[in-house]
């Protein structure tokens, strides 16, 4: 006797939830002579745009502290699906993870020629002084080892 009335308890359960799941379905529909709903507006478009940087930080998240996924060197396009507060959420050519970029280093030209690192006619900052020599091989003889040996 206790087996069936498990049974159909089960049973019970199971035709509830899926007359709940089609209420469910049913309540969304319209009714007949009901004043539809306006569309939501569409998306904007994506815009293609290109990297004005010579190497750009592809980030999971809008900001400096999120993880760098790679680099996006200069002229690379990408699609802009959004922007948000100085960011841009960007899927470069040819991917389909999706990441952020500094907007502003985003235009609409394709970069001609190689990035610019110093303004024209500015000397190239000096080489850095040679290191320190305190950690050089001398020449005086290393110290004897004495080699023993664990049976």
């Given at each position: 006797?206790?087996?069936?009335?498990?049974?159909?308890?089960v049973?019970?359960?199971?035709?509830?939830?899926?007359?709940?799941?089609?209420?469910?379905?049913?309540?969304?529909?319209?009714?007949?002579?009901?004043?539809?709903?306006?569309?939501?507006?569409?998306a904007?478009a994506?815009?293609?745009?290109?990297?004005?940087?010579?190497?750009?930080?592809?980030?999971?998240?809008p900001?400096?502290?999120?993880?760098?996924?790679?680099?996006?060197?200069?002229?690379?396009?990408?699609?802009v699906?959004?922007?948000?507060?100085?960011?841009?959420e960007?899927?470069?050519?040819?991917?389909?993870?999706?990441?952020?970029?500094?907007?502003?280093?985003?235009?609409?030209?394709?970069?001609?020629g190689?990035a610019?690192?110093?303004?024209?006619?500015?000397?190239?900052?000096?080489?850095?002084?040679?290191?320190?020599?305190?950690?050089?091989?001398?020449?005086?003889?290393?110290?004897?080892?004495?080699?023993?040996?664990?049976?």
């Amino acid at each position: 006797m206790r087996a069936n009335t498990r049974i159909l308890t089960v049973f019970l359960f199971l035709g509830a939830a899926l007359l709940a799941g089609c209420a469910g379905e049913m309540a969304r529909l319209p009714f007949p002579g009901s004043k539809q709903p306006e569309p939501a507006p569409a998306a904007p478009a994506a815009s293609t745009q290109f990297v004005q940087a010579h190497a750009l930080n592809f980030r999971e998240c809008p900001g400096a502290q999120c993880r760098i996924m790679g680099v996006l060197l200069r002229g690379r396009e990408v699609s802009v699906q959004q922007q948000k507060e100085g960011w841009a959420e960007v899927i470069p050519q040819g991917e389909t993870r999706r990441g952020w970029v500094a907007a502003r280093y985003l235009g609409t030209e394709k970069p001609t020629g190689p990035a610019r690192l110093a303004p024209s006619g500015q000397k190239p900052a000096p080489e850095p002084p040679a290191p320190k020599e305190e950690f050089a091989p001398s020449d005086a003889p290393l110290p004897k080892v004495k080699e023993e040996f664990v049976k």
